[in-house]
Structure formats: C-alpha cells, structure tokens
C-alpha cells in the first residue's frame, strides 16, 4: 500500500481555500510572468499601453461601454459621484447588506447614505422599499450586485426615471452576469444604469495581483469626464480643469488583467459548476437553505451562500474550521450597526431580514481550481454536522 493513502481522508484535505490565487496563477504562469516581464523591462509603469489596451477589451467583454479603470472598486464608486455633482446633502439609496465601500464612498462626499433592506431570497436590495425612502432630496440609487447576480434592474430603472434619480451599479461581485428584461432584451451588469463600478480586487472574479478598478458608462462625456478626475482633474497633463484625484489603474495589473480576462468566462463557468455540486449535494438537509438563483440574471457565483438555520452558523462554522474546511460571513456587523454608519432612529428592527441574514448567512469555498474531491469532502462534513 502506498504510503500516501495511510492519511485519512480529512487530513489530506487540509488544503481546501476559500480561494486560491496561487493554483489559478500557476496554470496561466508562463503567459502572466511574460506579461509581467515586459512591463518590468519597458518601466511604463504608469499608463502604460497595457492599461489602454487592457481597456478595451474590457469594454469589449461589456457589450462596448466606455470603460475608465482606476485604481481600486471603491476609486471607481468616488469617481463616479463626483462625475454626476452630487452635491453635499444629496440622499443616496443603497441595500443595507453590502460591503461598506458603497456606504462609505457617499459619506466620505457629504452625501447621505439611505439604507433599505434586501430581499430574503435573493439577498439584493429590495425594490418594494425603494419608493418609500424617496424624498426630494433623493439623487441616486446604488443597487449591488450581490455574490454574483444583479439586482433586480428593471424596477429599479422604472422607479429611478420615475423621479429623475441616476442608477450606479455596485458590480465588483458580478463581472459579467447577465439581467434580462420582461421584453427579453438582456443586459450585462455594469451596463443598465448610467454608471457601473467594478473592482479587481486579487479575490473578485477577475482579480489582479493588487488593488485595481474600474468603471462601465455609456454615455461618452461621462466616461471622459471620469477619466479626468482620476487623473487629477486633467485631460491635457498639467492642466487642471476640475478637482479630481490620483486613482490610476497599475500597468502591472492592467498586464495581468489582460492575459486573465481571456479565462473570465471559462472561470465563471467553473464557479457555476462548483455551485452546482453543491446544489445538489446539499439539498435536503435540514438546516441548510440553499442560495437561490434569480429568474431574470445569471449567478457568476462569486460567492455561494447558504443560510444555516436554526441559530446553528456560528457553530457549523467553528466545525468545519475543525475539519480543515473554510468559510466566510458576509456580512457579519450590518451597516446599520456599525460605529461609523450609525443613524438616529435607525436601530435593531430597522432592516429585520439584513439582521436575520447577518445571523444565518455563510459563505462557502467556492473557486476556479476546487476539485470533486474536496467539493464531496465539505458536503460530505456539512451532512454530517449534527450540533
Ligand atoms: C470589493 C467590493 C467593493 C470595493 O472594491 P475595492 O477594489 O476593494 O475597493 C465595492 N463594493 C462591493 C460590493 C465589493 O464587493
């Protein structure tokens, strides 16, 4: 008998990753370090070509919207905000249950953030809420993309023209799922509001080696309206026409997102096949509800999701540590609740399925190199789970 099979079957799983960027890297290192490599030996390191070129074709994966990249997801949010003068006082609607970038980009400009709660299901905001926080000040909605699969956008645009409000699309989970209407005609995220941000923060489904960002429109002097701001304010250099900031896309990580984007569809396809697995194998157990899948968007499955029920997620979380497998809550503190986003009147009970979700939600590895193996060993251990 070979010496490798004398471990059990647990300990030579101890390798299972929430994500991992090192075997996804080592597939593609020949093409990524000859990437890296001429950007090393030109010293571009500062819009370089790659970042033109990267660019396009970006903004050929998005259906052709003018693309502006940036330094990181949160730049791409900023830059976009200042570009459409929303000015000091100016309410901004926003899910609740979402990462804090997209709260803390409104209130880092003066803008009000205006939570509203999720839908228990698909965990993206609720459209039936919307209207009811609406008040004169209102200028913008920023729907998220959560865990991979839009928003539901065509209420969300119906309302917003409504009343004159500017939809911007929070992507930097959903790179490349697709929104279809009830005519049948279908959208990529990024590309249904008026702006669209994403991140390529290293985990995200596109990722670079760093932080990189940037932003979808198509509307062609809001895209160059946007590229000044990121570069300080200029259009010509030394030149300042108006206040901007320093939010350049690294040509190193534009030469790494330029091999990388030729496997994002490949790799989405991964992330649904892991996604399927676990549909299937953990069905029918009694504490787990499984992520579901929206009836009008593709899932690009950044994350999947399921809801322990029964107050048992801490505990089921702290066991699977045990057996060697990972998992990640998102999000545990709503952002109603934390320190810097506290507002008056708003408290527990305010957003009740953001607050039940924040007690039931877990995130399990999912990611482009899993194997079945490890896929029936977590499976396998959530069955077993009897705590
Ligand atoms: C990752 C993320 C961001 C911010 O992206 P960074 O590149 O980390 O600044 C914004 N919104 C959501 C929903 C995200 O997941």
């Given at each position: 008998m070979a010496v490798g099979t004398a471990f059990s079957r647990e300990q030579k799983m101890k390798d299972i990753k929430m994500v991992d960027l090192q075997g996804q890297y080592l597939r593609i290192k020949n093409e990524i370090d000859a990437a890296i490599q001429e950007v090393l030996m030109s010293t571009a390191f500062i819009q370089g070509p790659q970042v033109k070129s990267f660019a396009e074709a970006l903004s050929k994966y998005n259906h052709g919207a003018h693309v502006v990249t940036c330094a990181n997801g949160t730049d791409a949010l900023q830059i976009a905000m200042m570009a459409l003068d929303l000015k000091k006082g100016d309410e901004v609607i926003l899910p609740v249950h979402t990462y804090v970038a997209t709260a803390e980009v409104i209130a880092l400009l003066g803008l009000t953030p205006v939570f509203i709660d999720v839908d228990e299901t698909t965990f993206n905001i609720d459209v039936d809420q919307i209207e009811s926080k609406i008040t004169s000040k209102t200028k913008a909605i920023v729907p998220v993309h959560l865990y991979g699969q839009c928003a539901d956008m065509e209420p969300i645009l119906k309302i917003a023209k409504e009343h004159n409000l500017f939809v911007i699309e929070d992507l930097a989970q959903a790179l490349g799922a697709d929104y279809t209407f009830s005519n049948g005609m279908v959208k990529r995220a990024g590309n249904m509001g008026i702006i669209g941000c994403t991140s390529f923060f290293p985990s995200k489904n596109l990722g670079c080696y760093g932080d990189g960002g940037a932003i979808f429109t198509s509307n062609q002097s809001l895209a160059e309206k946007m590229k000044m701001i990121s570069t300080?304010?200029?259009?010509?250099?030394?030149?300042?026409?108006i206040v901007g900031i320093n939010s350049r896309l690294d040509t190193l990580q534009a030469a790494i997102l330029k091999v990388k984007i030729k496997y994002v569809d490949e790799y989405t396809r991964k992330r649904n096949e892991v996604a399927d697995f676990y549909d299937k194998h953990l069905a029918n157990i009694s504490f787990v509800e499984l992520p579901v899948r929206a009836k009008n968007s593709t899932h690009v499955f950044h994350q999947y999701t399921i809801k322990v029920k029964n107050g048992k997620r801490d505990s089921l979380k702290d066991y699977l540590q045990e057996k060697g497998i990972p998992s990640m809550i998102y999000y545990h503190i709503p952002l109603h609740f934390q320190k810097a986003y506290q507002q008056p009147g708003v408290g527990e009970g305010s957003f009740p399925v953001t607050e039940r979700l924040s007690k039931s939600v877990l995130s399990l590895p999912i990611h482009t190199e899993m194997t079945e193996d490890e896929l029936s060993y977590i499976c396998q251990t959530i069955k077993d789970f009897n705590g």
């Amino acid at each position: 008998m070979a010496v490798g099979t004398a471990f059990s079957r647990e300990q030579k799983m101890k390798d299972i990753k929430m994500v991992d960027l090192q075997g996804q890297y080592l597939r593609i290192k020949n093409e990524i370090d000859a990437a890296i490599q001429e950007v090393l030996m030109s010293t571009a390191f500062i819009q370089g070509p790659q970042v033109k070129s990267f660019a396009e074709a970006l903004s050929k994966y998005n259906h052709g919207a003018h693309v502006v990249t940036c330094a990181n997801g949160t730049d791409a949010l900023q830059i976009a905000m200042m570009a459409l003068d929303l000015k000091k006082g100016d309410e901004v609607i926003l899910p609740v249950h979402t990462y804090v970038a997209t709260a803390e980009v409104i209130a880092l400009l003066g803008l009000t953030p205006v939570f509203i709660d999720v839908d228990e299901t698909t965990f993206n905001i609720d459209v039936d809420q919307i209207e009811s926080k609406i008040t004169s000040k209102t200028k913008a909605i920023v729907p998220v993309h959560l865990y991979g699969q839009c928003a539901d956008m065509e209420p969300i645009l119906k309302i917003a023209k409504e009343h004159n409000l500017f939809v911007i699309e929070d992507l930097a989970q959903a790179l490349g799922a697709d929104y279809t209407f009830s005519n049948g005609m279908v959208k990529r995220a990024g590309n249904m509001g008026i702006i669209g941000c994403t991140s390529f923060f290293p985990s995200k489904n596109l990722g670079c080696y760093g932080d990189g960002g940037a932003i979808f429109t198509s509307n062609q002097s809001l895209a160059e309206k946007m590229k000044m701001i990121s570069t300080h304010g200029q259009k010509v250099k030394y030149q300042h026409d108006i206040v901007g900031i320093n939010s350049r896309l690294d040509t190193l990580q534009a030469a790494i997102l330029k091999v990388k984007i030729k496997y994002v569809d490949e790799y989405t396809r991964k992330r649904n096949e892991v996604a399927d697995f676990y549909d299937k194998h953990l069905a029918n157990i009694s504490f787990v509800e499984l992520p579901v899948r929206a009836k009008n968007s593709t899932h690009v499955f950044h994350q999947y999701t399921i809801k322990v029920k029964n107050g048992k997620r801490d505990s089921l979380k702290d066991y699977l540590q045990e057996k060697g497998i990972p998992s990640m809550i998102y999000y545990h503190i709503p952002l109603h609740f934390q320190k810097a986003y506290q507002q008056p009147g708003v408290g527990e009970g305010s957003f009740p399925v953001t607050e039940r979700l924040s007690k039931s939600v877990l995130s399990l590895p999912i990611h482009t190199e899993m194997t079945e193996d490890e896929l029936s060993y977590i499976c396998q251990t959530i069955k077993d789970f009897n705590g």
